[in-house]
T-cell receptor
């Protein structure tokens, strides 16, 4: 059965710390892996990764995909309280059947 | 204005009632989706539609139905609501192979 597993489930850190969030997947067909940030409302898109080994970066956030080992990591450096959120990982498949599979998310809390 | 708008934002109702959640979008995307989010279970797909004449069941479609009234509108119905359908419901849109854009969600409580 296809699945996406995120770890840890929750994490509490202090401002300034660096965190690494993990996402592993098992899907029959793979097109891309996506990271979203969810605060109080809608998940908002962070990154889409399609190729192994190519880091995507946006400010203090970065992410990389390993298609051989079937996982991705999301790094956040110099964390701030505004980074507190649930981070969701999703895997997309080609245009047949269910296109997106989501993990359960990692809840990150950044303490001042 | 939000690109993906869900109404209502919150709803409390009783077991057995019929409920409709509505979603409209201004992004011009062909693909629309309905998810529910429960604590510890992440986002689970209820139904999705790749265009106006296309409707597909997701992994948890039992107890739900949908209608794609137009490219921009996709509604979700609970014909006879039950308490375990209490959840946060999200509508999303996308182009093929592109990230999804989510509405702000509808918090539904069934007593």
């Amino acid at each position: 059965e296809d699945k996406v597993v995120q770890s840890p489930l929750s994490l509490v850190v202090h401002e300034g710390d660096t965190v690494t969030l993990n996402c592993s997947y098992e899907v029959t067909n793979f097109r891309s892996l996506l990271w979203y940030k969810q605060e109080k409302k809608a998940p908002t898109f962070l990154f889409m990764l399609t190729s192994s080994g190519i880091e995507k970066k946006s400010g203090r956030l970065s992410s990389i995909l390993d298609k051989k080992e079937l996982f991705s990591i999301l790094n956040i450096t110099a964390t701030q309280t505004g980074d507190s959120a649930i981070y969701l990982c999703a895997v997309s498949q080609p245009d047949t059947g269910n296109q997106f599979y989501f993990g359960t998310g990692t809840s990150l809390t950044v303490i001042p | 204005d939000a690109d993906v708008t869900q109404t209502p934002r919150n709803r409390i109702t009783k077991t057995g009632k019929r409920i409709m959640l509505e979603c409209s979008q201004t992004k011009g995307h062909d693909r629309m989706y309905w998810y529910r989010q429960d604590p510890g279970l992440g986002l689970r797909l209820i139904y999705y539609s790749f265009d106006v004449k296309d409707i597909n069941k997701g992994e948890i479609s039992d107890g739900y139905s949908v209608s794609r009234q137009a490219q921009a509108k996709f509604s979700l119905s609970l014909e006879s609501a039950i308490p375990n359908q209490t959840a946060l419901y999200f509508c999303a849109t996308s182009d093929a192979g592109q990230p999804q854009h989510f509405g702000d969600g509808t918090r539904l409580s069934i007593l």
